[in-house]
């Protein structure tokens, strides 16, 4: 038992198969066996027959989809072995830089603020003590110290904004342009594609629409194909082949009969009497 069966067209395949029809569609009117769309039947109505016969138009292009559909599983493989290699490896490294990351953030974050708080207490009050009279003789250490933090202070916010810098930068590198995320199929599954378009179009869809105009009988909202579509490929099962016995054998042949041979009596004149 032999299975000639066309692969199922794929969810994903199925926006692309409506663009084929809507391109047939939109340009019928440059073809001569497509002319008369428009007079018995419209292009909606031509579109309404062509999806609900999409599992046997694709049929016609069946070698071209599987092969398609082949190359492109293949071209995704090493993707996706990659991505899985990148999830074992990435806890460990990322914990490592995770903790790295976390403290100098941490770092980055509070030096500004620490460094800031103590240089306004520190001018606060040695600048009130250089008010008291007599003045202490250690407000001009406070107000030092208050100065010295200051300068820590824009010392830490502009080691954060070049830290901040760097980091956009270093992201920035490693990150993928969109078009390059989005970009052309390879060539051999651009190939693939293209050679499975072209075959739903010049074996599938436009015989598909020719057979629709000529048959008057030819219901837009049915899923049954016009009666003039012969070149679509049959799908299914063939029978098991049966063979006769061969000539030599006795086995399971008929026995032939023969009817027994009569022979009137001879019939004569006196002549022809017995003795």
């Given at each position: 038992?032999?299975?000639?069966?066309?692969?199922?067209?794929?969810?994903?395949?199925?926006?692309?198969?409506?663009?084929?029809?809507?391109?047939?569609?939109?340009?019928?009117?440059?073809?001569?066996?497509?002319?008369?769309?428009?007079?018995?039947?419209?292009?909606?109505?031509?579109?309404?027959?062509?999806?609900?016969?999409?599992?046997?138009?694709?049929?016609?292009?069946?070698?071209?989809?599987?092969?398609?559909?082949?190359?492109?599983?293949?071209?995704?493989?090493?993707?996706?072995?990659?991505?899985?290699?990148?999830?074992?490896?990435?806890?460990?490294?990322?914990?490592?830089?995770?903790?790295?990351?976390g403290f100098g953030a941490v770092i980055a974050v509070l030096a500004p603020v620490l460094a800031g708080t103590a240089a306004l207490i520190f001018l606060l009050v040695g600048y009130i003590l250089k008010m008291l009279s007599p003045t202490p003789a250690f407000a001009e250490t406070m107000v030092a110290a208050g100065w010295f933090f200051g300068a820590l202070t824009a010392a830490a916010i502009l080691a954060a904004a070049i830290g901040l810098l760097i980091t956009a930068l270093r992201n920035g590198a490693t990150q993928l342009?969109?078009?390059?995320?989005?970009?052309?199929?390879?060539?051999?599954?651009?190939?693939?594609?293209?050679?499975?378009?072209?075959?739903?179009?010049?074996?599938?869809?436009?015989?598909?629409?020719?057979?629709?105009?000529?048959?008057?009988?030819?219901?837009?909202?049915?899923?049954?194909?016009p009666r003039h579509v012969s070149r679509i490929?049959?799908?299914?099962?063939?029978?098991?082949?049966y063979s006769s016995p061969s000539e030599g054998s006795t086995a399971g042949q008929r026995p032939t009969f023969t009817s027994p041979d009569f022979t009137s009596p001879d019939f004569g004149g006196p002549e022809h009497q017995p003795e």
């Open positions: 038992m032999h299975m000639n069966s066309a692969p199922h067209l794929l969810t994903e395949d199925r926006a692309e198969y409506e663009r084929i029809l809507d391109d047939a569609l939109r340009n019928a009117h440059d073809r001569p066996d497509l002319a008369a769309v428009g007079q018995r039947l419209n292009a909606e109505q031509l579109r309404t027959m062509a999806l609900n016969a999409t599992a046997l138009i694709t049929t016609a292009a069946a070698a071209e989809y599987e092969h398609y559909i082949k190359i492109r599983e293949e071209m995704r493989a090493p993707t996706s072995v990659a991505s899985v290699h990148n999830s074992v490896l990435a806890p460990a490294a990322g914990e490592a830089a995770e903790r790295g990351a342009p969109a078009e390059e995320m989005t970009g052309e199929l390879p060539d051999e599954v651009a190939r693939a594609k293209d050679a499975w378009r072209h075959a739903v179009l010049e074996r599938g869809l436009l015989p598909f629409l020719r057979a629709a105009l000529a048959d008057p009988s030819a219901d837009p909202k049915s899923a049954a194909p490929p049959k799908v299914g099962y063939s029978g098991p082949d």
